[in-house]
């Protein structure tokens, strides 16, 4: 692979697999457009040169804002091959981070996807010293510059004046600045050079299980490194991309696209397990019982172990009963899907193995560009409830606070005006300080149990990793969202948004009338349901662990209502904060009860 620059991916593509489909986008209410790899690496000239007319050069910033479609592709290649550095946001984020990025980054020039993003960053420049004219929409919006008329812009350029400004762009330059929203604080603008998300494409590139005749379906958002990343080793593996219209779409479009891989994160599988399961309990009769006979010899499926004889039959047989139909409703032609930014419930990876859907959970920061280990392809190179090997030219060395260093070509040059920061995270050694707890298993798997900085103390001065004890709680499906509490408390507490749709369910059957979701967490027999449900989940916990008190909130925590990441990481501290009365109360009733039992 002798990528060594970003945009390099499209003459090797060119010269190695060109492709009549190297990126297909669906235009609204549409069918898939492809653009070939010609017509890519054509186009991304064309942004090459309109950049330049407009006074652009090496060493700007330009934002690109937008859900996943070929334009973002295109705005990205276009940017690196005059040296110039992309910054890449999630469309949810607010007015107030826009504009704060907007200004440390020095941002420039703006690409946009729409209407809605396109007022929200006007909004955001108001004040700024961004020209209107730098700002372009992918989709035609009244009042704004096409994307299509910096196209033009181009074509009154030469194609061979971008040569001398490719040649000058080196490995090591900064190739994007991707602002990492975190559960705390302002976000921190992470550099990454050319060589850095490269180097782990070629580190990884053994584990890829596909190839030149393969389609991949993409829907995680691409200012994600994680989805960049992977988009950059698809296209030097000859696999063409195909865009998901949005996430509401996923299920057609997988059936249309036929893909042989996506990638995702937990919950977007969790979702996918939960909907599966549901129309399980829809089943009657035989059809119902064969549904979770196939179910239940799933979820005591084990990469690592050979079940024997008897089990393998008769998971060949579910195989064809049962499993064949998940593998239509996922395009039929699925072979693996690949899971990061988050922790995956193990039973998940368990299932979709058994349904011959290889899951590879991985494990990164955007800091590393991102990938350190990964489960492979192969039973023996993927081990359930771990991350991974690592991969290849990757040092990791456990630290004796059990901290996850790692060092490779991969660690990022450091954060965007903020030397301390960068300090603090990269040792002098060149170390990375992962913020992750950790461990090796069979002297191969890297497995986490923890984030560092979550780890709380309680009053009696125990440990707590409050990672561990969610995720467990989470398999249970009528649990959506749980958070942990506890710190300088006496013993750990937990705030619980259930899975309503599950519950209305329950409710039903249970003779609980039907009600809003507020009335229900209220609902006596629906407390006692969610505290009998601890109780069965805190056996796995040592005496100190256990969750001695729960409630129930009636919303969930979303991106919008500041109490998620866009990657879907809770925000600690925010929903600490919104909740505060509530968690007051539980640690007050659990003082108030021995003296009330006492009384009694």
Same mark, same amino acid.
């Given at each position: 692979?002798?990528?060594?620059?970003?945009?390099?991916?499209?003459?090797?593509?060119?010269?190695?697999?060109?492709?009549?489909?190297?990126?297909?986008?669906?235009?609204?209410?549409?069918?898939?457009?492809?653009?070939?790899?010609?017509?890519?690496?054509?186009?991304?000239?064309?942004?090459?040169?309109?950049?330049?007319?407009?006074?652009? /050069?090496?060493?700007?910033?330009?934002?690109?804002?937008?859900?996943?479609?070929?334009? %973002?592709?295109?705005?990205?290649?276009?940017?690196?091959? $005059?040296?110039?550095?992309?910054?890449?946001?999630?469309?949810?984020?607010?007015?107030? !981070?826009?504009?704060?990025?907007?200004?440390?980054?020095?941002?420039?020039?703006?690409?946009?996807?729409?209407?809605?993003?396109?007022?929200?960053?006007?909004?955001?420049?108001?004040?700024?010293?961004?020209?209107?004219?730098?700002?372009?929409?992918?989709?035609?919006?009244?009042?704004?510059?096409?994307?299509?008329?910096?196209?033009?812009?181009?074509?009154?350029?030469?194609?061979?004046?971008?040569?001398?400004?490719?040649?000058?762009?080196?490995?090591?330059?900064?190739?994007?600045?991707?602002?990492?929203?975190?559960?705390?604080?302002?976000?921190?603008?992470?550099?990454?050079?050319?060589?850095?998300?490269?180097?782990?494409?070629?580190?990884?590139?053994?584990?890829?299980?596909?190839?030149?005749?393969?389609?991949?379906?993409?829907?995680?958002?691409?200012?994600?490194?994680?989805?960049?990343?992977?988009?950059?080793?698809?296209?030097?593996?000859?696999?063409?991309?195909?865009?998901?219209?949005?996430?509401?779409?996923?299920?057609?479009?997988?059936?249309?696209?036929?893909?042989?891989?996506?990638?995702?994160?937990?919950?977007?599988?969790?979702?996918?397990?939960?909907?599966?399961?549901?129309?399980?309990?829809?089943?009657?009769?035989?059809?119902?019982?064969?549904?979770?006979?196939?179910?239940?010899?799933?979820?005591?499926? !084990?990469?690592?172990?050979? /079940?024997?004889?008897?089990?393998?039959?008769?998971?060949?047989?579910?195989?064809?009963? #049962?499993?064949?139909?998940?593998?239509?409703?996922?395009?039929?032609?699925?072979?693996?899907?690949?899971?990061?930014?988050?922790?995956?419930?193990?039973?998940?990876?368990?299932?979709? %193995?058994?349904?011959?859907?290889?899951?590879?959970?991985?494990?990164?920061?955007?800091?590393?560009?991102?990938?350190?280990?990964?489960?492979?392809?192969? =039973?023996?190179?993927?081990? #359930?409830?771990?991350?991974?090997?690592?991969?290849?030219?990757?040092?990791? =060395?456990?630290?004796?606070?059990?901290?996850?260093?790692?060092?490779?070509?991969?660690?990022?040059?450091?954060?965007?005006?903020?030397?301390?920061?960068?300090?603090?995270?990269?040792?002098?050694?060149?170390?990375?300080?992962?913020?992750?707890?950790?461990?090796?298993?069979?002297?191969?798997?890297?497995?986490?149990?923890?984030?560092?900085?979550?780890?709380? =103390?309680?009053?009696?001065?125990?440990? $707590?990793?409050?990672?561990?004890?969610?995720?467990?709680?989470?398999?249970?499906?009528?649990?959506?969202?749980?958070?942990?509490?506890?710190?300088?408390?006496?013993?750990?507490?937990?705030?619980?948004?259930?899975?309503?749709?599950?519950?209305?369910?329950?409710?039903?059957?249970?003779?609980?009338?039907?009600?809003?979701?507020?009335?229900?967490?209220?609902?006596?027999?629906?407390?006692?349901?969610?505290?009998?449900?601890?109780?069965?989940?805190?056996?796995?916990?040592?005496?100190?662990?256990?969750?001695?008190?729960?409630?129930?909130?009636?919303?969930?925590?979303?991106?919008?209502?500041?109490?998620?990441?866009?990657?879907? =990481?809770?925000?600690?501290?925010?929903?600490?904060?919104?909740?505060?009365?509530?968690?007051?109360?539980?640690?007050?009733?659990?003082?108030?009860?021995?003296?009330?039992?006492?009384?009694?």
């Amino acid at each position: 692979m002798d990528a060594r620059r970003s945009f390099d991916i499209l003459a090797h593509q060119l010269e190695k697999f060109p492709k009549p489909d190297a990126l297909a986008g669906k235009p609204h209410g549409g069918t898939y457009a492809p653009l070939s790899s010609q017509q890519v690496q054509d186009q991304a000239n064309l942004v090459s040169l309109g950049l330049l007319k407009l006074g652009l /050069q090496r060493g700007d910033k330009v934002a690109i804002i937008s859900l996943n479609r070929p334009e %973002w592709l295109l705005a990205d290649f276009g940017i690196a091959q $005059i040296g110039a550095t992309s910054v890449p946001m999630y469309p949810s984020i607010t007015v107030e !981070d826009y504009k704060y990025i907007f200004t440390d980054a020095g941002v420039r020039a703006v690409f946009v996807s729409d209407k809605h993003l396109f007022d929200k960053v006007k909004e955001a420049t108001a004040d700024l010293d961004i020209p209107a004219e730098n700002i372009f929409t992918f989709d035609k919006v009244a009042g704004a510059r096409p994307f299509s008329e910096l196209l033009a812009l181009g074509q009154a350029g030469n194609p061979a004046d971008l040569e001398p400004l490719k040649a000058a762009v080196q490995p090591d330059d900064l190739l994007t600045l991707i602002y990492t929203s975190g559960t705390t604080g302002q976000p921190k603008g992470v550099m990454l050079s050319h060589d850095n998300i490269l180097s782990n494409c070629r580190n990884s590139s053994t584990a890829v299980p596909v190839g030149k005749d393969d389609k991949a379906l993409s829907f995680l958002p691409l200012c994600h490194i994680f989805e960049r990343m992977v988009t950059y080793l698809y296209m030097l593996h000859g696999v063409s991309i195909y865009y998901a219209e949005s996430m509401e779409t996923i299920a057609d479009n997988l059936r249309e696209v036929q893909p042989s891989i996506f990638t995702t994160v937990p919950r977007l599988l969790e979702k996918v397990y939960d909907r599966i399961v549901a129309r399980g309990h829809e089943q009657t009769g035989i059809k119902h019982k064969l549904f979770f006979w196939a179910l239940d010899l799933g979820l005591k499926y !084990d990469t690592q172990k050979d /079940q024997g004889f008897f089990y393998n039959t008769e998971l060949a047989l579910a195989n064809k009963l #049962i499993f064949n139909k998940w593998r239509e409703a996922l395009g039929g032609k699925l072979r693996c899907i690949v899971s990061g930014g988050g922790a995956l419930q193990p039973r998940l990876a368990r299932v979709f %193995w058994a349904a011959g859907i290889r899951v590879m959970e991985g494990y990164g920061l955007t800091e590393t560009s991102p990938v350190i280990a990964v489960n492979g392809y192969e =039973k023996q190179d993927n081990m #359930i409830g771990a991350v991974g090997p690592l991969i290849e030219n990757m040092e990791v =060395k456990i630290a004796p606070d059990g901290e996850i260093l790692t060092r490779s070509s991969s660690v990022m040059k450091g954060y965007y005006n903020r030397p301390d920061l960068t300090a603090e995270a990269i040792d002098q050694d060149g170390w990375f300080h992962t913020g992750d707890i950790g461990e090796f298993v069979n002297g191969k798997f890297l497995k986490i149990t923890d984030r560092k900085k979550e780890m709380f =103390k309680t009053s009696g001065g125990k440990y $707590i990793a409050p990672q561990v004890i969610e995720n467990k709680m989470k398999e249970d499906p009528l649990i959506e969202q749980l958070m942990v509490v506890g710190a300088d408390r006496k013993f750990p507490a937990a705030l619980i948004v259930p899975a309503f749709d599950e519950l209305k369910k329950w409710a039903s059957q249970n003779g609980v009338a039907a009600k809003s979701n507020a009335e229900l967490v209220k609902d006596e027999k629906v407390v006692k349901l969610y505290h009998d449900l601890v109780k069965k989940y805190n056996q796995g916990f040592a005496q100190w662990e256990q969750v001695k008190k729960e409630a129930l909130l009636p919303e969930h925590w979303t991106v919008e209502s500041g109490e998620m990441t866009p990657t879907m =990481k809770v925000k600690r501290k925010v929903i600490t904060e919104n909740n505060q009365q509530l968690i007051d109360e539980l640690y007050e009733r659990a003082e108030r009860e021995p003296h009330e039992r006492q009384a009694h």
